[in-house]
């Protein structure tokens, strides 16, 4: 089935307004509960996005149940952004690179559906909204893989202008069910975007952080 002629123009529009070097701030909230254990991390992060990849974070603050995190944490939590494994940075079905890897259906006035058959977490399937000049709005998603003891998940994220020309992820959320042994469990995950920055070049932008 072709892809809707609108995927080309929303392609086009996230390629172009994606470009650069733009520096971030995130802060992080993630609450788990299962029968009687939960788990609170709260975390604040400076960042760089080149093009519209994060390579490079720097952690300002990091709490694992209100205490410190430790080496090993904070190791891990800036492997998840700077390099991510294979299969768990998501693939955004509009970005011109990705589009071999989904289906797409118009599901509605600027809505876009789209699937993936590829069993990872960097796909799924869901939908994404754009406005009349083709930026994307929101999308929201089911990744075809979920983290340990989950069951189902959805992600959303939402868009913004956050610089002239410039499109970001401004807020996203996660959402999952699952079990831990006889237990029952949640997770939400909640993280703001802000305070973005363009930069003339890379080393500049990493001097900031």
């Given at each position: 089935?072709?892809?809707?002629?609108?995927?080309?123009?929303?392609?086009?529009?996230?390629a172009?307004?994606t470009?650069?070097?733009?520096?971030?701030?995130?802060?992080?909230?993630?609450?788990?509960?299962?029968?009687?254990?939960?788990?609170?991390?709260?975390?604040?992060?400076?960042?760089?996005?080149?093009?519209?990849t994060?390579?490079?974070?720097r952690?300002?603050?990091?709490?694992?149940?209100?205490?410190?995190?430790?080496?090993?944490?904070?190791?891990?939590?800036?492997?998840?952004?700077?390099?991510p494994?294979?299969?768990?940075?998501?693939?955004?079905?509009?970005?011109?690179r990705?589009?071999?890897?989904?289906?797409?259906v118009?599901?509605?006035?600027?809505?876009?559906?789209?699937s993936?058959?590829?069993?990872?977490?960097?796909?799924g399937?869901?939908?994404?909204?754009?406005?009349?000049?083709?930026?994307?709005?929101?999308?929201?998603?089911?990744?075809?893989?979920?983290?340990?003891?989950?069951?189902?998940?959805?992600?959303?994220?939402?868009?913004?202008e956050?610089?002239?020309?410039?499109?970001?992820?401004?807020?996203?959320?996660?959402?999952?069910?699952?079990?831990?042994?006889?237990?029952?469990?949640?997770?939400?995950?909640?993280?703001?975007?802000?305070?973005?920055?363009?930069?003339?070049?890379?080393?500049?932008?990493?001097?900031?952080?």
């Open positions: 089935m072709a892809a809707p002629p609108a995927l080309q123009q929303v392609a086009q529009r996230f172009a307004t470009q650069g070097i733009v520096g971030f701030r995130l802060h992080r909230v993630l609450e788990v509960r299962a029968g009687f254990s939960s788990r609170h991390e709260d975390v604040l992060v400076d960042g760089v996005y080149r093009d519209g994060i390579v490079r974070v952690i300002l603050t990091y709490t694992i149940d209100g205490k410190p995190a430790g080496d090993a944490d904070r190791a891990t939590m800036i492997q998840a952004y700077q390099a494994k294979p299969g768990q940075l998501f693939h955004v079905p509009f970005d011109a990705y589009v071999a890897e989904y289906q797409y118009q599901s509605g006035p600027r809505t876009i559906a789209f993936s058959t590829i069993q990872d977490g960097s796909h399937d869901g939908t994404f909204t754009y406005d009349a000049a083709g930026d994307v709005l929101s999308y929201t998603y089911q990744p075809n893989a979920l983290p340990p003891h989950a069951t189902s998940g959805t992600i959303v994220d939402r868009r913004a956050v610089l002239p020309n410039d499109w970001r992820i401004t807020y996203e959320t996660q959402q999952y069910k699952g079990s831990y042994g006889p237990f029952p469990g949640r997770a939400n995950e909640e993280v703001d975007f802000y305070g973005f920055r363009r930069f003339t070049d890379l080393q500049s932008a990493i001097g900031a952080l």
